[in-house]
């Protein structure tokens, strides 16, 4: 048990690595505090009754996610936090399980598989790869080698290359295919690219010359060696996906929604109204020219850029060409006006027969509808 | 004297335009595994004072609201994939007197970028900090 001034310079480490005013100073105190283990925890206790626990921030939840700390209050800080849906940064503590290997908490990685959040899915496949059961758990895990998130299938493969296990190859190799896909601004196919080279490289102990292609014409040289490479060491069992075809960049709108509680959310549209679901836009549908035409004079309202409320993780951005729109929206933010276009969206897909993705756009708005008369 | 004149004339009317910054993108600056105390690698220190271009997210590096002084520059629009690691970030400082918001969306911030660690009682706090001329979407 630490004495009173031990406790004390423990709650000042908390507070510093939650407040400090500059992000490197934040984690390099989450850092130390995390290296602390149980020591630290009842400070951080002390915190999140004072503060709130959505006001822990990530730089900490990081740190204690990466430390190989087992402490038994250490693991039940990370089992309390993982178990709370309302916690912003629950699959940060499921990782943090994950990465110390404790056999006893495989049932919470099996119920989790399904989990809305891809990053919580993510956490479930890690925590049961690094389990001595792997052998009998692969099966369960390779099914999200198919899932429709390409992030869950390039970091379950990551992984699989980090045990390993050739698994692994299919989806690294493939998202260095996406290299090029992007949503609304952000480059993420060339993220994952960038996190599935190094992987790939780092288990086949060779540079294919992928990074360091200086154009298209080299880097299609680089993917040449890759797949020659990937397809002599594939398994036959691998679960294969097909990524939808790279479309041509028509895209005039969209918005996404983050939700660490709910899943994340991509929707982007063309000027005639066609709306595609998904960062691959694997889904699609054809709202009619007459509702479309009905829900543009709305998007006038919508125009500037500003962002509402204060965006800690879960955010909903609306990205519109013209008029120049682009609102951040923190929860319980989003001013009507915007609530109003998004429910009418809604409405136009369900006019257009798909209800199931109408009601993926109306399920998610609740987080972030504003309680503002106004 | 003269002759001294005339060539400093001379080079002030017929001087180069000054050079366009040098675009460079995340995928360049992160892509190695950094390890503290590491020599960085040459692809990055050779940018160390040079003016650049470079696009990311922008992100508060406190916890509060309206316009800011320094911002950090990200190369990810959600930010809670993790924290992002020191050679992920670059932390960018407004001009003196100057302030901005934090825009939605992807930047271009453009400015003077300086390679090195820092470091602050022992812990590299930075890699990559930039004095910021220009934010513009």
């Given at each position: 048990m630490l004495d009173a001034a031990a406790q004390k310079d423990w709650d000042k480490a908390v507070l510093k690595a939650n407040e400090n005013r500059r992000y490197a100073i934040r984690r390099a105190a989450g850092h130390k505090v995390a290296q602390a283990g149980d020591a630290a925890v009842p400070a951080i206790g002390r915190y999140e009754k004072a503060k709130?626990?959505?006001?822990?921030?990530l730089t900490l939840i990081d740190s204690i996610s990466r430390a190989k700390t087992t402490g038994p209050l250490t693991r039940g800080l990370l089992q309390e936090w993982a178990g709370d849906?309302?916690?912003?940064?629950r699959s940060q503590a499921l990782t943090g399980l994950a990465n110390r290997?404790?056999?006893?908490?495989r049932d919470l990685y099996l119920a989790s598989?399904?989990?809305?959040?891809h990053l919580y899915r993510i956490a479930a496949a890690k925590g049961l790869l690094l389990l001595p059961t792997v052998g009998e758990d692969l099966e369960v895990v390779l099914p999200l080698l198919r899932d429709t998130d390409p992030r869950v299938r390039l970091r379950v493969g990551i992984c699989l290359l980090e045990i390993n296990n050739p698994h692994g190859i299919a989806p690294v190799a493939e998202s260095l295919q996406s290299n090029g896909r992007i949503f609304l601004d952000d480059p993420w196919g060339q993220r994952n690219a960038t996190q599935g080279i190094r992987a790939l490289e780092k288990f086949a102990d060779r540079d294919f010359g992928y990074r360091s292609a200086e154009d298209d014409k080299a880097r299609q040289t680089a993917l040449t060696k890759i797949n020659a490479y990937a397809v002599t060491r594939i398994p036959a069992t691998t679960p294969r996906y097909t990524p939808p075809e790279l479309k041509p960049?028509?895209?005039t709108g969209g918005f996404d929604i983050r939700s660490c509680r709910l899943g994340d959310l991509f929707v982007q549209w063309t000027a005639d109204g066609l709306v595609s679901f998904g960062l691959e836009q694997g889904e699609q549908v054809q709202i009619s020219s007459e509702r479309w035409t009905a829900l543009t004079p709305g998007i006038a309202k919508l125009a500037g850029t500003k962002i509402h409320g204060?965006?800690?993780c879960d955010y909903i951005r609306i990205r519109i060409e013209k008029p120049d729109v682009h609102q951040k929206c923190a929860p319980a933010s989003l001013p009507k006006p915007i609530t109003k276009w998004l429910q009418s969206l809604a409405d136009g897909i369900k006019a257009a027969g798909r209800e199931d993705l109408a009601k993926r756009i109306t399920q998610r708005l609740t987080q972030f509808v504003s309680d503002d008369k106004k | 004297m003269k002759l001294g004149l005339l060539s400093t004339l001379c080079a002030l009317l017929f001087a180069a335009p000054p050079a366009e910054p040098t675009e460079v993108d995340f995928a360049t600056i992160s892509d190695y595994d950094y390890v503290e105390g590491m020599e960085l690698p040459k692809e990055v220190t050779k940018y160390h004072e040079e003016e650049i271009s470079i696009s990311g997210f922008m992100r508060r590096e406190d916890s509060g609201t309206g316009p800011v002084d320094f911002f950090m520059l990200i190369n990810d629009a959600c930010g809670c994939e993790g924290t992002p690691k020191l050679n992920e970030v670059i932390f960018c400082a407004m001009p003196s007197g100057e302030s901005t918001e934090i825009k939605p969306g992807s930047v271009t911030v453009t400015g003077t970028i300086y390679v090195e660690e820092v470091l602050d009682d022992d812990i590299v706090v930075s890699i990559y900090n930039l004095d910021a001329d220009t934010v513009k979407k």
């Open positions: 709130g626990r959505n006001n822990i921030v849906r309302n916690f912003y940064w290997a404790l056999p006893e908490l598989l399904n989990d809305p959040s960049n028509t895209t204060r965006v800690v | -």
